[in-house]
């Protein structure tokens, strides 16, 4: 069976654009959490998704943002992007909500020059 | 961002030798997750713990769920150069919908 999946793999944008990350889940999973890894630091949580709605946010400004579609797969948006924005970007699928065990995809690497 | 108190930072063994690290938080925790990640990936899940007091074993991996739920441990017996890595712990709030990061232990193994 796939893993999880996310796409692009990589990506570079400028200061101020805007961005879009793609997560697909582990089949049969219906909850995606997404988390920022910036360089030397454990995965920071910003949002968790389960059957569509939001369950959960984590201490990000109101330019990021999320939603989960009907196949359970996921979007995480960010706009005005910032240099601070440079980041590793994880999904994390689970089968239902917080408690569930977590297993992440490979990551999107964003950079914000 | 909040994260979790995690030691050692960093460690250098031999290959052969036992490794033990831990995870401590002044929350208590429902749940305890390890992973390893390798530089540009994800994490990997190696062991979940569920219940205060759970000793849970992976291959050569062992990791405790501490009674007071506050703490966790991971030990890897004989440790070989494929556990070069950095471990992260992960523990979760009853109700709060997320997970908890530690700051990681960055393993290094001297063939």
């Known amino acids: 069976d796939a893993g999880v999946t996310q796409s692009p793999t990589h990506l570079i944008k400028t200061r101020g654009q805007h961005v879009t990350l793609r997560c697909s889940p582990i089949?049969?999973?219906?909850?995606v959490s997404w988390y920022q890894q910036v360089l030397g630091q454990g995965p920071q949580f910003i949002f968790q998704?389960?059957?569509?709605?939001?369950?959960g946010r984590g201490n990000f400004p109101d330019r990021f943002s999320a939603r989960q579609f009907p196949n359970y797969s996921s979007e995480l948006n960010v706009n005005a992007l910032l240099l601070g924005d440079s980041a590793l970007y994880l999904c994390?699928?689970?089968?239902?909500?917080?408690?569930?065990?977590?297993?992440f995809g490979p990551g999107t690497r964003l950079t914000v020059l | 961002g909040q994260q979790l108190n995690q030691s050692p930072q960093s460690m250098f063994i031999q290959e052969g030798e036992d490794v033990s690290m831990n995870c401590t938080s002044s929350?208590?925790?429902?749940?305890w997750l390890w992973y390893k990640q390798d530089p540009g990936e994800g994490p990997v899940l190696l062991i979940a713990?569920?219940?205060?007091?759970e000793l849970t074993s992976n291959g050569r991996l062992t990791a405790q769920f501490g009674i007071t739920r506050k703490d966790s441990f991971l030990n890897i017996s004989a440790s070989i150069p494929s556990d070069v890595g950095i471990y992260f712990c992960?523990?979760?709030?009853?109700?709060?919908?997320?997970?908890?990061f530690g700051t990681g232990t960055r393993l290094k193994v001297l063939a």
């Open positions: 998704y389960y059957e569509k709605e939001e369950r």
């Open positions: 089949s049969g999973h219906k909850s």
């Open positions: 994390a699928s689970s089968l239902g909500l917080a408690e569930d065990t977590q297993y």
């Open positions: 992960a523990g979760s709030i009853s109700g709060t919908y997320k997970y908890i």
């Open positions: 713990l569920y219940k205060a007091g």
């Open positions: 929350s208590i925790f429902n749940t």
